[in-house]
């Protein structure tokens, strides 16, 4: 088992960055494959993006609204994933969560909540106009 704690969320201008981490507990980070999702009020849970257990592979969300200005990794020594945002709009505002799920495949990845098993308790992102 895993446990998430995600941190670096807040306030923020439009056009501001922001480095959102994803620490995990356990001595076995680099067998799970991770993803970052976000939910806003009133609205599903959606992917950001995600990172294979090699690290190799990623994937971002089909948006235009989010291409180009997410970019997913991981650190495998400090067993942490990170996301960083930049060119934060308001329509980014939400809660971000990361997840994760113990693979035996080195670049499988998932969109798919239901694929991850382990969740943080997630950090609010606030970007104002």
């Known amino acids: 088992q895993v446990q998430l704690v995600e941190s670096g969320g807040g306030l923020v201008q439009a056009g501001g960055s922001l480095r959102l981490s994803c620490v995990a507990s356990?001595?076995?980070?680099?067998?799970?494959?991770l993803g970052w999702f976000r939910q806003a009020p009133g609205k599903e849970r959606e992917i950001v993006a995600a990172?294979?257990?090699?690290?190799?592979?990623?994937?971002?969300a089909d948006s235009d609204s989010m291409k180009g200005r997410f970019t997913i990794s991981r650190d495998n020594a400090k067993n942490t994933v990170y996301l960083q945002m930049n060119s934060l709009k308001p329509e980014d505002t939400a809660v971000y969560y990361c997840a994760a799920r113990l693979t035996y495949s080195y670049d499988y990845i998932s969109d798919k909540p239901n694929d991850y098993r382990y969740w943080g308790q997630g950090t609010q992102v606030t970007v104002s106009s």
């Open positions: 990172i294979s257990r090699s690290g190799s592979s990623t994937y971002y």
């Open positions: 356990g001595r076995t980070f680099s067998s799970y494959r």
